[in-house]
């Protein structure tokens, strides 16, 4: 054999590491590629089953696509009935209070004017131009909600009672996706106010909050919604 003769690599040592690679890559994907489930397609990418269920989870929140607004009396800017995946659910709005949109005395002897009067009294208004405020943001969310994609994102909190429960509201406008309760406090539609909680992809309730604190003030200087009422 001459001394420049190059050795060639045995074929066992080739089918060793040809081994190695694919035990490798079985024991990280093996699981996904056997359910023939797609890995890059998980619910922290944003993408979903058509059916309208739950496609996954995003942190400890459920995410429902392919919603559909039902029509309800109890529908309003913060509150509304959804169909997902063969069942309705009444969910609410986290971080965001939508004014009443009239005034109303209850069987009990109550009412909601007390209720009313603090709205109003949050963004410096009357009480009648806030139930006008009121109607304008109910009429804006569910025609939102009647005419564009939406998805819920859940961790089936209560609100006060199991008849509603807490949501975050994704919806699609112009090609770009947002939040719901951000899109209402950007245009003065809604006071910062009620439960507030941790984002889906992990931002602090208090963070999300000064967020909006900053969303408002921006809405206030261009005199939008309610802060062009005063």
């Known amino acids: 054999m001459s001394a420049n003769k190059k050795k060639s690599i045995p074929r066992w040592v080739v089918l060793l590491v040809v081994l190695f690679a694919a035990v490798n890559w079985l024991s990280q994907n093996g699981s996904d590629f056997l359910s023939g489930n797609d890995s890059t397609s998980s619910a922290g990418s944003g993408a979903v089953a058509g059916s309208g269920g739950p496609a996954g989870k995003i942190g400890d929140y459920d995410v429902l696509q392919n919603c559909q607004l039902v029509n ?36 009990d002897g109550n009412n909601n004017h007390k209720r009313i009067a603090d709205q109003a009294r949050y963004f410096s208004i009357t009480d009648k131009q806030a139930t006008q405020l009121g109607r304008e943001a109910k009429k804006q969310v569910l025609e939102l909600l009647a005419e564009n994609p939406f998805t819920v994102l859940t961790r089936w909190e209560n609100v006060y009672g199991p008849d ?62 309610a802060w062009g009422m005063n």
């Open 72 to 107: 309800h009396r109890h529908n309003d800017g913060d509150s509304f009935l959804v169909a997902h995946g063969g069942e309705k659910t009444m969910f609410r709005l986290y971080f965001v209070d939508t004014a009443e949109s009239e005034f109303k005395s209850y069987r």
């Open 164 to 225: 509603r429960k807490y949501a975050f509201v994704q919806i699609q406008l112009d090609g770009k996706t947002h939040y719901l309760h951000e899109y209402l406090v950007k245009n003065g539609l809604v006071r910062i106010h009620t439960k507030g909680a941790t984002m889906a992809d992990g931002k602090s309730a208090s963070d999300q909050k000064k967020y909006l604190y900053q969303l408002e003030k921006r809405a206030k200087s261009m005199a939008l919604g």
